[in-house]
């Protein structure tokens, strides 16, 4: 099962839809379900799918090196990819996180689809809650 917040799912698809033709792919970050101000019927430790770093935010280093600067290490271990022409299943190529979520056009919620790192098709969760505001110390 995976968890994601309508909020951050709204968000990715409305980046996927902006930037057809191209495909998008995106560093998920999770928030555990205990930390949320709302009560989630999920164990405290549940991870959900919160935040997403940039894609332009480690640079050309990622795109000499293969090296992700741009996310803070020990985290992403999910990630959001669209198929601009489909298909909505993972491919080899996305398949590097534990977690991917995949979108396709007409890019609204029911063409969204989990997988894990074996392709298999994982249960897919949108929950209406938001995360607990973060601040800057």
């Not at 928030?31 to 894609?55: C, I, K, Q, R, W």
């Not at 280093?61 to 992700?68: P, Q």
């Not at 600067?69 to 909505?88: D, E, I, M, Y």
């Amino acid at each position: 099962m995976v968890y994601i917040t309508r909020g951050l799912l709204d968000a990715l698809l409305e980046m996927a839809e902006a930037e057809e033709p191209s495909s998008v792919s995106v560093v998920l970050a999770s928030t555990p379900a205990g930390e949320f101000e709302s009560e989630l019927a999920l164990d405290d430790d549940t991870p959900v799918l919160t935040h997403f770093y940039f894609p332009d935010a480690s640079g050309s280093v990622a795109a000499v090196f293969g090296v992700d600067l741009g996310t803070p290490a020990g985290r992403g271990r999910a990630r959001f990819v669209s198929h601009p022409q489909g298909p909505l299943e993972a491919t080899r190529e996305d398949t590097f996180a534990a977690a991917v979520v995949v979108a396709v056009p007409p890019w609204d919620r029911s063409s969204c689809a989990a997988f894990d790192r074996n392709d298999r098709e994982l249960d897919l969760d949108v929950l209406d809650s938001e995360p607990p505001q973060e601040t800057l110390q």
